[in-house]
């Protein structure tokens, strides 16, 4: 089984959007998928309760943060977490991961966040002696700004894996209202979304 979380210790910068996503293509490729959430906000877990029945079913994941256990009956599970994201709570979470996505957006701060949570993250993993696969992903970027520059120019400085760039479009927005995905929907609607993700979904189906 794989366990992918969503993880960044800035709030705002599209975790629960790329965990959702990320769930529904898992089960639009047929796997036994669970969605948890440990936020408080519970952003995730709200979107899940949204989704009609008849799409291709997520299950919810009751995780509890401070004694998070890997789900039973399932191939994929999928964690959605809080921003500050950090000590005992993030050892619990590189416990069960298998995989660690980590969104930003194109800006300063959000750059500057990542790095030093990407330190924080070697520093755990030393620790623990358990190194799962991490990546990076562009949220809401916007092609041919200087901010997109600039956050490309901070992946290939440290060697760090990107697999994907999403754009900044309402699709995002409008599917979340209605517990939907890109893959429950047609694709001629979304299929510049599509491409972006590509890449992605090669990086996801590695972890199997």
């Known amino acids: 089984m794989s366990v992918i979380v969503v993880a960044n210790p800035k709030g705002g910068v599209g975790k629960s959007t790329l965990a959702s996503q990320v769930a529904g293509f898992l089960a639009h490729r047929g796997h036994a ?41 399932v191939t994929h599970a999928v964690l959605d977490t809080p921003a500050g994201l950090r000590g005992k709570k993030l050892a619990q979470v590189l416990k069960v991961a298998d995989g660690l996505l980590l969104p930003l957006q194109a800006s300063l701060f959000d750059i500057q966040a990542t790095h030093d949570f990407l330190a924080e993250l070697h520093d755990a993993m030393q620790e623990r002696g358990r190194r799962p696969r991490i990546a990076l992903v562009g949220m809401r970027v916007r092609e041919g700004t200087l901010a997109q520059q600039q956050l490309q120019q901070f992946i290939r400085q440290r060697g760090l894996a990107m697999p994907a760039e999403l754009r900044d479009t309402q699709n995002y927005v409008q599917l979340a209202a209605r517990g939907l995905t890109l893959w429950d929907i047609a694709p001629g609607r979304v299929a510049r979304d599509l491409a972006q993700w590509e890449p992605l979904c090669r990086w996801l189906d590695e972890l199997d």
Do not use: T, Y
């Not at 948890?36 to 009751?62: F, N, T, V, Y």
């Open 33 to 73: 998928v669970m969605l948890g959430d440990i936020d408080r906000q519970q952003s995730a877990a709200r979107w899940l309760a949204q989704r009609p029945s008849g799409l291709a079913p997520i299950r919810g994941w009751d995780a509890d943060g401070e004694q998070l256990r890997s789900p039973k009956g």
